[in-house]
């Protein structure tokens, strides 16, 4: 290896010790119980991105933009409940109307109105929900669509995103991470993914190209408008329209996964911002005001599929269930967010004044330091990749995965360590109602001193003759 890059390596890993170092001696107790849960639990958690090096620290409350650990931190929050709490944390709409409900029980497991006052302001916000049914999370929501879209179609073949995330649903878990062409971990059989094919995001000729090996068997084309978990890319409206296009003239479903843009890059979703027509989508996130949700929702000619009525088996499609699916208090609780986000739409202009403010002020205060990065996003949503070799600009899940993702969890690590400013690492932030110009402009005076550090490590490294 050149001396000077191992001088720089050296360099950048003592400045990640001093990092955890920080964090170590502020988060002691987080770290008992950690140790603890993870005898009881893998790896502690129960949802793999939570862990992170050297352990998660413990929550102890949130409210507002701030999460509190058990060790007394406080940290402004940009994580904010995997982006699900646009209001805030605990926020007093939902707060107010779960007090009231709770003692009206928590879990009804019969039909009620609740569920059909949620229904009816989805179907009002979002046109192309005619008819759509609850479950407990978005992988539930995912999986029920491409039932439905194989289901109505009669054909097989599921088309994703390389980098699409859609929860763990087993169908939808091939090509997630990155190398794509790779199975995604043990238990997960090649087979289960014979009928699925992975496009590459924003490459609409070689989508097409793709698509064209499958089109008689094609039964749904299912995207995210933003490739969330593989690194908030916003679609190319032409791509995402191309895809429509295609799935209309070859007989296949197009399924918009909304997941995370629902009620959060507009009140009428990602499919509004792009003016879109899909023929089903699906929510969560947002429309459970922080409480277990997802929706699948679409034309009333596939949805009615799953209507039960009269039907034998071989007639039906099997879709819906889970114990806990309209829930009293999901319902009430996102009918209260649903609401306010309706009478205050002027707040999704704010979030995304926020959100440019906070994408350009970080890559300018990174480029002053000689860091090259781009942040890439859309309305409240942003994530900061740290280009490397020939990649200048991230438009697909590959070019997010050959950015520095070490640098960039380490960016993510030094704002929470030293900055009590909270990004999981390596995963978007995302902004809420509670956030303002304030928060934003000490966030992009934290990127600045953690690009300094980053800059001096650098320099000092190349300093430094190597022992070898
Ligand atoms: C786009 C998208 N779809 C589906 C899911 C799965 O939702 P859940 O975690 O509620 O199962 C997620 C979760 O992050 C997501 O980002």
């Not at 996130?285 to 949805?303: D, Q, R, T, Y």
Request: proline letters at 3%; one cysteine or more.
């Amino acid at each position: 290896m050149h001396q000077h890059s191992r001088g720089v390596q050296e360099q950048v890993g003592e400045l990640i010790s001093r990092y955890i170092r920080h964090y170590e001696s502020k988060t002691r107790r987080s770290r008992q119980i950690f140790e603890h849960a993870s005898q009881l639990i893998p790896s502690g958690t129960s949802h793999n991105i939570r862990y992170f090096e050297p352990y998660p620290f413990s929550t102890r409350m949130a409210s507002g933009k701030y999460i509190y650990d058990v060790d007394g931190n406080a940290y402004t929050d940009y994580w904010m409940g995997h982006w699900s709490l646009i209001l805030g944390h605990a926020p007093k709409v939902v707060v107010d109307v779960l007090r009231e409900r709770v003692v009206e029980g928590t879990m009804f497991g019969t039909v009620s109105e609740h569920a059909l006052r949620l229904a009816e302001t989805i179907n009002r916000l979002m046109p192309r929900a005619e008819m759509l049914r609850f479950s407990s999370t978005g992988s539930e929501a995912t999986m029920y669509a491409i039932r439905l879209a194989r289901a109505y179609t009669g054909r097989r073949v599921v088309a994703k995103m390389e980098g699409g995330w859609h929860g763990f649903n087993t169908d939808l878990m091939h090509s997630v991470t990155y190398p794509f062409d790779e199975p995604e971990g043990r238990g997960i059989l090649e087979e289960e993914s014979r009928y699925v094919i992975a496009l590459p995001f924003n490459d609409i000729d070689a989508s097409t190209r793709l698509l064209d090996t499958v089109r008689d068997d094609l039964a749904c084309i299912i995207v995210e408008p933003l490739l969330g978990g593989a690194g908030c890319i916003p679609a190319d409206r032409g791509y995402l329209h191309a895809l429509q296009e295609y799935a209309r003239r070859s007989g296949a479903l197009f399924i918009l996964d909304e997941v995370v843009t629902g009620f959060r890059v507009s009140l009428h979703g990602a499919q509004h911002v792009y003016s879109l027509e899909p023929d089903l989508f699906t929510l969560g996130k947002v429309a459970g005001g922080g409480l277990p949700i997802g929706v699948v929702c679409g034309l009333n000619e596939v949805m009615s599929l799953a209507d039960v009525r009269g039907k034998g088996k071989g007639d039906r499609v099997g879709i819906g269930g889970g114990t806990y699916s309209e829930n009293p208090l999901s319902m009430s609780a996102g009918l209260a967010v649903l609401e306010y986000l309706a009478r205050h739409e002027h707040i999704y202009e704010r979030l995304e004044m926020l959100g440019d403010e906070a994408r350009r002020g970080i890559d300018r205060v990174m480029s002053d330091h000689g860091i090259m990065v781009k942040s890439t996003g859309m309305g409240s949503l942003f994530l900061t990749h740290f280009l490397k070799g020939n990649i200048s600009d991230v438009r697909s899940a590959r070019d997010a995965a050959e950015c520095d993702t070490a640098m960039q969890r380490l960016y993510h690590f030094a704002l929470l360590s030293i900055h009590d400013i909270f990004f999981l690492p390596n995963k978007l932030g995302a902004i809420s109602v509670e956030h303002d110009s304030i928060d934003i402009r000490r966030l992009i005076d934290a990127s600045e001193r953690v690009a300094g550090d980053i800059a001096y490590a650098r320099a000092h490294g190349h300093g430094t003759p190597s022992s070898s």
